[in-house]
């Protein structure tokens, strides 16, 4: 059986791994230049920037199982950050025993490890697919990406809705899975700061109305310096302000840290990422991963199975078992 998989984030490569593990003959098409979606660091001159996911943690047993192979080849490491949250009585200090881990050198390696055994198109956008009702056609640019048995979509939700057909997307069991929008966005901004700003590594904000988060990037192995604070926009900030300019964010970001220390703060932006669909709409129900076999079509993703790293990861991996069954 041929197997196409558009998308290589986590759930795409944990999908694309288990198939080619049982010999599946698999091809990957991802439109960015690098496989790992929105596990994602940015190369800079100070080191490595996370603009995507922080860190991940695992509680369910096959994920661990595979945290602890990734920890014992170098791919991941352990985030051992001091944690405060923020609410409306200020900030306190908020240690816990979750064990988190962060990709190694960046938070690509352990998608780019996965794909390790893959055929993997990289910088090949899908932006057609034609299921003759044996065959999917895939088109990239005009030009056929092939044809194959089946069609994995391991692509955000709104992503996957602008590729399928409207005469899909009315399937009963599709238009169910489309009705609700499942990724909300997401605004990343880092800071360069000149002087230091809190005495911890990672701060929860819990009520704020622009941010949700914000970490010192120097307080994780092989990332920025200390002077680096990479900070998250609330999803209802973030849909506010989407189609703003970098610039503006950029200005909102600076102004938050000072009202939130209540100090004149010393420092620039350096980067900031727009996430369209970042994070998951708690309103959207927990599917795990869809398999249409009539259609050979399936769907996998974070958005399918409550948002994060290892629920991505699950997606695929429950995806494939599916197939193969
Ligand atoms: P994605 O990573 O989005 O992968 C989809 C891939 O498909 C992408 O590489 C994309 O380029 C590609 N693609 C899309 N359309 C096409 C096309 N037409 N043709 C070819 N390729 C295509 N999770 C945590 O667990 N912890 C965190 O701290 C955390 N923080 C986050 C912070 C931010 C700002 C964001 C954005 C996300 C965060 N997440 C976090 C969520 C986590 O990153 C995701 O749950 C997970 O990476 C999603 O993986 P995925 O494979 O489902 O999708
Ligand atoms: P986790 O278990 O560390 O955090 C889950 C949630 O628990 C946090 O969002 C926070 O509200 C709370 N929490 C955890 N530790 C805390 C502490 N010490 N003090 C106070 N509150 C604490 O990690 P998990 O479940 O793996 O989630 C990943 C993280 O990624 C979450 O923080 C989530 O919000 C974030 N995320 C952000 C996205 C974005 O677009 N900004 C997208 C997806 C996830």
Redesign the pocket.
């Known amino acids: 059986m041929t197997i196409a998989i558009?998308?290589?984030?986590?759930?795409?490569?944990a999908c694309a791994a288990a198939l080619a593990e049982q010999g599946e003959q698999v091809v990957v098409?991802?439109?960015?230049r690098r496989?790992?979606?929105?596990?994602s660091s940015k190369r800079t001159e100070h080191g490595y920037l996370d603009?995507?996911?922080?860190?991940?943690?695992a509680r369910d047993p096959a994920f661990q199982a595979q945290c602890q192979q990734w920890l014992s080849s170098g791919i991941v490491t352990h985030w051992y950050g001091r944690l405060a949250q923020a609410t409306a009585d200020g900030l306190q200090v908020s240690p816990d025993e979750t064990l988190r881990y962060i990709g190694m050198p960046s938070m690509q390696a352990p998608v780019t490890r996965l794909l390790g055994n893959v055929d993997v198109s990289l910088g090949?956008?899908?932006?057609n697919i034609l299921f003759d009702g044996q065959l999917w056609q895939l088109q990239s640019n005009g030009v056929s990406a092939g044809r194959f048995n089946k069609l994995i979509l391991?692509?955000?939700q709104q992503?996957a809705a602008a590729?399928l057909s409207p005469a899909l997307l009315s399937n009963p069991e599709l238009s169910q899975i489309f009705a609700l929008p499942a990724l909300l966005p997401?605004w990343?901004v880092n800071v360069q700061l000149e002087q230091p700003l809190w005495p911890y590594d990672g701060i929860f904000f819990k009520q704020d109305s622009q941010l949700s988060w914000a970490a010192r990037q120097g307080s994780k192995p092989g990332r920025c310096n200390a002077g680096h604070w990479l900070l998250?926009f609330t999803a209802a900030f973030s849909q506010q302000h989407l189609e703003a300019d970098g610039d503006t964010i950029a200005q909102h970001a600076m102004q938050a840290l000072q009202r939130l220390t209540d100090k004149t703060v010393a420092g620039q932006v350096s980067h900031y990422?727009r996430?369209r669909?970042?994070?998951q709409n708690p309103d959207y129900p927990v599917q795990g991963a869809v398999h249409l076999p009539e259609l050979a079509l399936g769907l996998?993703?974070?958005?399918l199975n409550g948002?994060?790293?290892?629920?991505?990861w699950l997606?695929?991996r429950q995806l494939a078992q599916s197939i193969l069954a």
């Open positions: 558009i998308g290589a984030g986590i759930a795409g490569a098409f991802e439109k960015g496989a790992g979606g929105r596990m603009l995507g996911a922080q860190y991940f943690t090949r956008q899908i932006d391991a692509i955000p992503q590729l997401c990343a998250h990422h996430w669909f970042a994070q996998a993703g974070d958005w948002g994060r790293v290892e629920n991505a997606s695929g």
